[in-house]
């Protein structure tokens, strides 16, 4: 992973995770770091809608145009101006595709749904007790890099994280499966492991991979508030 790419991991999470640990954890230094953050001059401030959008798109085969996209995210209770929809899809290289044949197995299922076990209560007492987990994006000259994390709630440490050029099911399994053999002989007896209700969450093949590892899957409400709209 470039050092540009990790500094955009580093500043998507800064509220999460202290500056100084996810430095080390990457190995690029803190003056490189907050030079970057100096040259990007504010933070993005599309990219929590953009990731809504971005996990219709992939359960739509890649198939929403711009208007179809506003349509579905006005039936979320989600308002923002078309304009802004458009502006956003073109941003992140989201505009729609032709359609194309695609394996279920890779795109994921929406068929399991979990109980809010973290109830906003996003501390642990203890390490490897409850984890959370979600997928980001940064926008790069390339065009969009997925990055799949999961932090451990006790010390907002980076357990492990994943990335890829597609937001799939096998880009969290991945990751899940890198968390656990990294920290298979310290995981508490009950390990709790949070998402949002993205699509690679709900598949059949989270939900094998977290039974298989004895994890107890917990999932967050979808929320997302638009304050203004693009002219």
Same mark, same amino acid.
């Given at each position: /992973?470039?050092?540009?790419?990790?500094? *955009?991991?580093? $500043?998507?999470?800064?509220?999460?995770?202290?500056?100084?640990? /996810?430095?080390?954890?990457?190995?690029? #230094?803190?003056?490189?770091?907050?030079?970057?953050?100096?040259?990007?001059?504010?933070?993005?401030?599309?990219?929590?809608?953009?990731?809504?959008? +971005?996990?219709?798109?992939?359960?739509?085969? !890649?198939? $929403?145009?711009?208007? !179809?996209?506003?349509?579905?995210?006005?039936?979320?209770?989600?308002?923002?101006?078309? &304009?802004?929809?458009?502006?956003?899809? @073109?941003?992140?290289?989201?505009?729609?595709?032709?359609?194309?044949?695609? =394996?279920? =197995?890779?795109?994921? %299922?929406?068929?399991? =749904?979990?109980?809010?076990?973290?109830? !906003?209560?996003?501390?642990?007492?203890?390490?490897?007790?409850?984890?959370?987990?979600?997928?980001?994006?940064? *926008?790069?000259?390339?065009?969009?890099?997925?990055? #799949?994390?999961?932090?451990?709630?006790?010390?907002? #440490?980076?357990? +492990?994280? &994943?990335?890829?050029?597609?937001?799939?099911?096998?880009?969290?399994?991945?990751?899940?499966?890198? +968390? /656990? &053999?990294?920290? &298979? @002989?310290?995981?508490?007896?009950?390990?709790?492991? *949070?998402?949002?209700?993205?699509? %690679?969450?709900?598949?059949?093949?989270?939900? %094998?991979?977290? =039974? %298989?590892?004895?994890?107890?899957?917990? /999932?967050?409400?979808?929320?997302?508030?638009?304050?203004?709209?693009?002219?």
């Amino acid at each position: /992973m470039r050092a540009t790419v990790k500094y *955009h991991v580093i $500043y998507r999470h800064r509220t999460e995770c202290p500056v100084a640990v /996810m430095c080390k954890f990457f190995g690029v #230094s803190r003056s490189g770091y907050y030079a970057f953050v100096h040259r990007l001059g504010r933070p993005e401030k599309d990219a929590a809608l953009a990731k809504l959008i +971005a996990q219709q798109r992939e359960r739509s085969f !890649r198939t $929403y145009g711009y208007r !179809r996209m506003w349509l579905w995210l006005k039936s979320q209770k989600i308002f923002c101006n078309p &304009k802004t929809v458009l502006r956003i899809m @073109k941003k992140y290289d989201l505009l729609s595709e032709v359609r194309r044949h695609r =394996k279920w =197995k890779q795109m994921g %299922q929406q068929v399991h =749904k979990y109980k809010n076990l973290l109830n !906003r209560e996003f501390h642990a007492d203890q390490l490897n007790h409850k984890w959370v987990t979600d997928i980001s994006y940064i *926008h790069t000259n390339q065009g969009v890099l997925y990055l #799949s994390i999961i932090r451990d709630l006790y010390d907002n #440490s980076i357990v +492990a994280y &994943k990335t890829g050029t597609q937001q799939t099911v096998n880009l969290v399994l991945d990751t899940i499966h890198l +968390a /656990m &053999k990294q920290e &298979k @002989k310290r995981v508490a007896a009950e390990l709790h492991l *949070h998402s949002d209700q993205g699509f %690679q969450y709900t598949s059949q093949a989270y939900f %094998q991979l977290t =039974k %298989q590892y004895g994890i107890t899957p917990s /999932m967050s409400c979808l929320l997302y508030t638009s304050d203004a709209a693009d002219e």
